[in-house]
C-alpha cells in the first residue's frame, strides 16, 4: 500500500471512534468489531474477511501512540491525503504537487532542496514508522494454508503402468467439530490482548527493522478461549481421519512422489489446502520388466529358429500378443523392439517392449533329433567358433 493511500483513509471512522477517542475507547472499539468481523466465524464470508484486514490496519495504527500521532498530523498537513496550496500557490503562482516527489526524496520544483520543502530524504522517511518501512507493523491476520500430508500406496505392476484409482485413508488437523473451529468450549473466544488479534508479535532485529513471528499466545489464531474446548484444547483445531479416492496416473514408477495440489489438510480461515504427497511403491511382475518408459521381457527360442530364422509371438502388458520376425543367425541375447508396447509417458505417448532373444538349449535328446544335431556337427565339423577369441588373447 502506498503512502498516499495510508493518508486518505480515515481510520476513525473505520473503527467508529472520534478523533478525540482514548486508547481504552480505541481498544474497546476494535475489539467489539474482531470479534464480528472474524474470519472464523464468517466461515466463506469474502467481505467480513476485507472488512477484518480494514479493521486490524486501522487498530495498528491508532493502538500505537507513536503512529496515531504522526498520522493525525501527517493528514492535518495533507488535508486526507493531498497537498492543496491556497491561491497563488506556494510562491504566489500555480504548483502541481506530487505524491511520488513528496515520498521519494526527489527535488522540487524550484530547486528548493530534496525532499518535500527540503525535508531531506523526503517525508517518506519521516512516516517510515507508520508505513512499515522501518520497524513495527507486520503481516495482518490472513488465510492460513492447510499443511502437506505425506502418504504411500503399493501398486501391482499392471496398475502402475496403466494407472489405478485407489483408496487412501489420511489423517490431518482440521477444524474442531466440537467448538466449530473456534477453540472455545461456548463458541464465544476473545480477541487475544498480546497481538491483538493480528496473530503476529513484533521482535527487533537491529538496523531500524523489525520482524514478526507467530504470537505465543494465541499460536497466531488471533483468539484466545475463555473455556478451552474439551476436544482441542483450544487450539481450534483436531485430528481428523478421511478416506480419499486418488487417481495415479498411468506410468507412474517405482519410488516416484506424486504430488496432488490442495488435497492435503484443509487450510484455516477461508485458506487453501495443503497438498498431499504420494510416495509409490510397485510390486514386480513374473514375466515383464521396466526400464525407464520401456517394459522388457525375455523371450526363449530355439536353436532352429534363432539358427534359421523364424517368427516368434510375444506376448504385451494387457493386450494382444506381437509377432517378431528373427533374421536368420540371431545370436542369443539379442534384443529387439516392439515399438509402442511400453509404458506411458506423462504426453500419453507409449515407450516400447524390449524383447531379448534367450536361445533355449534342449537337455535330453531322442531319435531323429539328435541324429539331425550329430549330422550337423559333423557337416560343421571344420568351423572353430573360439579361433578368434585364441588369437585376440596371444595378441594381448
Do not use: W
Request: net charge positive.
Amino acid at each position: 500500500m502506498s503512502t498516499k493511500d495510508f493518508i486518505e483513509k480515515d481510520y476513525y471512522k473505520v473503527l467508529g471512534v472520534p478523533k478525540d477517542a482514548t486508547e481504552a475507547e480505541i481498544k474497546k472499539a476494535y475489539r467489539k468489531l474482531a470479534r464480528e468481523f472474524h474470519p472464523d466465524a464468517n466461515k466463506g464470508n469474502a467481505r467480513a474477511e476485507e472488512r477484518f484486514k480494514e479493521i486490524s490496519e486501522a487498530n495498528d495504527v491508532l493502538g500505537d501512540a507513536k503512529k496515531r500521532k504522526e498520522y493525525d498530523e501527517a493528514r492535518a498537513l495533507f488535508g486526507n491525503g493531498g497537498y492543496r496550496a491556497g491561491p497563488g500557490g506556494a510562491n504566489g503562482g500555480s504548483y502541481n504537487f506530487d505524491f511520488g516527489d513528496l515520498f521519494g526524496g526527489g527535488p522540487q520544483p524550484g530547486g528548493q532542496g530534496s525532499g518535500a520543502g527540503g525535508f531531506g530524504g523526503g517525508l517518506g522517511d519521516v512516516f517510515g514508522g507508520l508505513f512499515n518501512r522501518g520497524g513495527g507493523g507486520g503481516p495482518r491476520t490472513q488465510p492460513r494454508r492447510g499443511q502437506d500430508i505425506e502418504s504411500e500406496v503399493t501398486l501391482s505392476f499392471t496398475e502402475a503402468i496403466e494407472g489405478a484409482t485407489v483408496p487412501l485413508r489420511m489423517s490431518s488437523q482440521a477444524a474442531c467439530k466440537a467448538c466449530s473451529g473456534t477453540g472455545d468450549k461456548n463458541g464465544n473466544p476473545r480477541v487475544c490482548p498480546t497481538c491483538v488479534g493480528t496473530g503476529q508479535v513484533a521482535r527487533g532485529s537491529g538496523g531500524g527493522f523489525s520482524l514478526t513471528d507467530p504470537c505465543p499466545d494465541c499460536k497466531g489464531r488471533g483468539l484466545i478461549a475463555e473455556e478451552p474446548c474439551e476436544v482441542c484444547h483450544g487450539s481450534g483445531r483436531a485430528k481428523s481421519s478421511r478416506t480419499m479416492q486418488v487417481r495415479i496416473p498411468a506410468g507412474v514408477s517405482d519410488g516416484q512422489r506424486i504430488r496432488l495440489r490442495g488435497k492435503g489438510a484443509p487450510g484455516e480461515r477461508g485458506g487453501p489446502g495443503g497438498d498431499l504427497y504420494v510416495t509409490v511403491h510397485v510390486g514386480a511382475h513374473p514375466v515383464f520388466g521396466r526400464k525407464d518408459d520401456n517394459l522388457t521381457v525375455t523371450v526363449p527360442v530355439t536353436f532352429a529358429e534363432a539358427a534359421l530364422g523364424g517368427e516368434v509371438r510375444v506376448p504385451t502388458l494387457g493386450g494382444p500378443p506381437v509377432t517378431l520376425k528373427l533374421p536368420p543367425g540371431t545370436p542369443n541375447g539379442r534384443t529387439m523392439r516392439a515399438r509402442g508396447k511400453g509404458a506411458f509417458r506423462k504426453d500419453g505417448t507409449r515407450g516400447d517392449l524390449l524383447v531379448t532373444v534367450e536361445v533355449s538349449v534342449p537337455t535330453g535328446l531322442t531319435g531323429k533329433a539328435r541324429d539331425a544335431l550329430e549330422a550337423y556337427r559333423e557337416a560343421t565339423a571344420g568351423e572353430d567358433p573360439r579361433a578368434d577369441l585364441f588369437q585376440a588373447a596371444k595378441g594381448a
